[in-house]
């Protein structure tokens, strides 16, 4: 199982399959990979100690990142996340970064901005569009109307915590307009804005 991938200089945890979404642009929909992965489907969820198993065998020299990424939404494997992340703020000096859906509250159940701020930095939450109804049709989550504030709520609160948040939109799928009242959205909460390309 690939576990972990390089992309760009950063390299890349892939913790599960899982996810609270289905989103209509999401990029296993039409291929296997990213970066330089060659099949992010996994035969099982891995243990923690198989990821840092996976991340003592790798090429970390010089690398800008450690992102918990992969074919699901991180959130869904917490506890293994946590300790993945604990075990690297312990052993290298690498920044890490979550790329999430921000729906993690709702999958475990609590806050868990207190805990991700032990062991992450950067937090990127896929915000998709200022409207809630139309960010449901675009990310299908399975929490429906209680995942756009439970998203929103989640960014603030990483904020709080002392973790970088930013919050993305992907271009072609909103108007400026909308690109512009989602970073109005992101000012009011203290987190940064990033319009993400369009990856077929």
Same mark, same amino acid.
């Given at each position: 199982m690939e576990l972990v991938y390089k992309v760009g200089n950063s390299m890349y945890i892939n913790l599960t399959n899982r996810c609270s979404s289905a989103c209509t642009f999401c990029l296993r929909q039409t291929t296997d990979t990213v970066g330089e992965s060659s099949s992010l489907w996994l035969e099982r969820e891995p243990s923690a100690q198989e990821?840092?198993?996976a991340l003592r065998a790798a090429d970390l020299?010089? *690398?800008?990142? /450690?992102v918990f990424c992969g074919f699901g939404e991180p959130t869904c494997a917490l506890d293994v996340l946590l300790e993945t992340g604990s075990w690297i703020k312990q052993n290298l000096s690498?920044?890490? *970064?979550?790329?999430?859906? +921000?729906? +993690?509250d709702l #999958?475990? %159940?609590r806050d868990i901005s207190g805990d991700l701020a032990a062991c992450i930095d950067t937090v990127s939450v896929s915000l998709n569009d200022p409207d809630p109804a139309r960010y449901q049709a675009l990310v299908r989550s399975?929490?429906?109307?209680?995942?756009?504030?439970a998203m929103i709520r989640f960014a603030?609160?990483?904020v709080k915590a002392g973790m970088k948040v930013?919050?993305?939109t992907v271009d072609t799928t909103i108007s400026h307009d909308d690109e512009k009242k989602c970073?109005?959205?992101?000012?009011? #909460? %203290?987190?940064?804005?990033? /319009?993400?390309?369009?990856?077929?």
């Open positions: 990821v840092i198993d020299e010089g *690398r800008d990142e /450690i690498i920044p890490v *970064r979550l790329n999430t859906n +921000g729906q +993690g #999958i475990a %159940g399975k929490f429906g109307g209680r995942a756009y504030p603030a609160d990483c930013v919050m993305t970073r109005e959205i992101c000012e009011n #909460i %203290g987190a940064a804005y990033r /319009i993400r390309e369009w990856v077929d």
